[in-house]
């Protein structure tokens, strides 16, 4: 079995022949999830029980992940065929299944309508007003387009590293939910207004 066929196994989630595997090689370096769109790039350092960048701060104790994605709180357990909780002061549950080397799953995220559906060949998933039809490449990343309630962005591209994929369905759905659904371009935080000055004259009659 060659190495890049393992990554894409690794990417479809067959966990099992990961495991068998091993990958010590890769296990050594850095590994990396990213999304880059045409007007941002998000790049997420993965370890066994973390994802890390300026943007992703999250960390997972057994069948919880804790942490913050693009300036939300994020608490979502991870348990059996589901993982729920909160991301921000918004309620969060999907439900998954595997079969026939696809990850399908289907609830809300962040008050929104969510489902993703990953496999060795493609990625699509619909968040909110957002929309993604992503194919694998020879290197066995994704790209594609999206869009999100307008004319279709070209190109995007998102890497999951055989480490994410390792931590089972659960972990990787959060990741990529978070990643791909809490995107600060389309969810910008809104500036505060400027004090306005008081007109007129104090008590004492003084300006």
């Known amino acids: 079995m060659t190495s890049s066929h393992t990554r894409r196994i690794g990417r479809a989630l067959a966990m099992a022949t990961l495991l068998t595997l091993g990958t010590a090689s890769a296990e050594g370096k850095g590994q990396y999830v990213y999304l880059r769109t045409p007007r941002a790039a998000h790049t997420a350092r993965v370890t066994a029980d973390s994802v890390s960048s300026p943007y992703l701060r999250l960390s997972r104790d057994g069948k919880t992940l804790r942490g913050r994605a693009f300036g939300r709180v994020v608490f979502l357990g991870l348990n059996g065929q589901e993982l729920g909780g909160t991301v921000g002061r918004e309620l969060t549950r999907m439900s ?107 008590p004492g009659g003084r300006r």
Do not use: N, W
Not at 131 to 157: F, H, K, N, V, W
């Open 96 to 202: 998954f299944e595997e079969r026939d080397g696809l990850l399908q799953a289907r609830g809300s995220f962040y008050g929104y309508p969510a489902e993703l559906t990953l496999g060795a060949d493609f990625l699509t998933a619909t968040i909110g007003v957002c929309s993604y039809e992503l194919m694998a490449t020879r290197d066995g990343d994704y790209q594609g387009s999206r869009s999100c309630g307008g004319l279709a962005q070209r190109p995007i591209l998102l890497a999951i590293p055989p480490a994410l994929a390792r931590q089972g369905p659960a972990m990787t759905l959060a990741t990529l939910i978070l990643i791909l659904g809490g995107d600060p371009v389309r969810h910008p935080t809104p500036k505060a207004e400027p004090r306005r000055k008081r007109a007129g004259r104090s």
